[in-house]
């Protein structure tokens, strides 16, 4: 009895695991592409629009352009065209925030924000119980996300805004606390559509990921057209960076949402699962390819978030 009751959660927990792993590692890819950017010259707002369009046709062409359009009835379709609108807003601030604030910040500010969906999974999904563990974690993420945040007083004196006027303090939890809101958001909104009620297949997740690429596409592209002041300068590294940054974006919800399905957890335990390997992967990558040298308040915040991630690990 016991062996036919614990076989078939070994794939499930398998393929979770290699979800969960490729998910950690397209997102530590995006994080370090924004790093990158400066270096080659690549126009952040054009990139990002670019990445939209590269990002849309790749999940429509893969999910199957006929699948796709029978699914625009679905509920999640009207919650997708929702991220959709906030998405190139929030893509920008997740690079700016990375260029100003190095990978370690992002990443804290951008993973920390579990902290949304988890609240909402608690207080809205039976299957997810509240527990001290998870309290404890929610009262440490804050502090976590605010010392991760600040950088040195001799990184902020030395580090001039673009205008070449020393950035004002608020500068620096400003552009954390929008990624901290907005990625909360999203995230809550990939999460809820998750389930085997929204989605079965790869195809629905690849269709359901598709709708917000198209939205933002279509506003970034709106903005070209439209606004005198946003007409493109598109260049070959503008244009590389937004294509490389598409293809990593189709990764990066698409392992997520396999993830979620493949999870034998509750949906507030597998987020806290990806975002740990996702801090401790780009502060890492930070230190080693980008000499990010953190201050003492940034391993506070980092031991600070690791331990409320591991908090969380233990409420399952």
Not at 103 to 132: E, H, N, Q, R
Not at 142 to 165: E, I, L
Request: hydrophobic share 55%.
């Amino acid at each position: 009895m016991g062996n036919v009751c614990s076989a078939p959660l070994i794939v499930p927990s398998f393929a979770l695991m290699i979800a969960l792993g490729l998910c950690i590692f397209v997102q530590t890819l995006m994080f370090s592409c924004f790093r990158l950017f400066p270096r080659f010259k690549v126009r952040l707002e054009d990139a990002i629009v670019i990445n939209y369009l590269v990002a849309a046709t790749m999940a429509i062409a893969m999910a199957g352009p006929a699948h796709a359009w029978s699914r625009l009835g679905e509920p999640s379709t009207f919650a997708g065209m929702a991220m959709g609108v906030i998405f190139l807003y929030m893509f920008r601030k997740i690079g700016e925030c990375t260029q100003q604030l190095g990978l370690g910040v992002v990443a804290i500010a951008t993973k920390m924000s579990m902290v949304l969906p988890m609240l909402v999974f608690i207080l809205m999904d039976p299957a997810d119980g509240f527990t001290w563990h998870k309290g404890a974690a929610i009262l440490l993420a804050f502090p976590a996300v605010w010392y991760a945040s600040t950088p040195s007083k001799a990184k902020a004196s030395d580090d001039p805004s673009p205008g070449g006027v020393p950035s004002a303090p608020v500068a620096t939890w400003v552009l954390p606390a929008i990624v901290f809101l907005g990625s909360g958001l999203i995230d809550l909104g990939f999460g809820w559509f998750s389930t085997p009620e929204h989605m079965t297949s790869d195809e629905d997740r690849l269709a359901f990921a598709s709708i917000p690429f198209v939205m933002a596409a279509m506003i970034g592209t709106g903005r070209w057209a439209l606004l005198p002041g946003s007409k493109p300068q598109l260049d070959r590294a503008t244009i590389t960076g937004g294509v490389i940054l598409g293809i990593i974006n189709v990764g990066s919800l698409f392992f997520l949402l396999s993830a979620y399905h493949y999870m034998p957890l509750s949906r507030s335990a597998i987020v806290p699962m990806n975002n740990l390997g996702v801090v401790l992967a780009t502060s890492l990558a930070g230190m080693i390819f980008f000499s990010e040298r953190p201050s003492l308040r940034n391993l506070l915040g980092w031991f600070l978030a690791t331990t409320a991630l591991l908090l969380l690990l233990q409420s399952d």
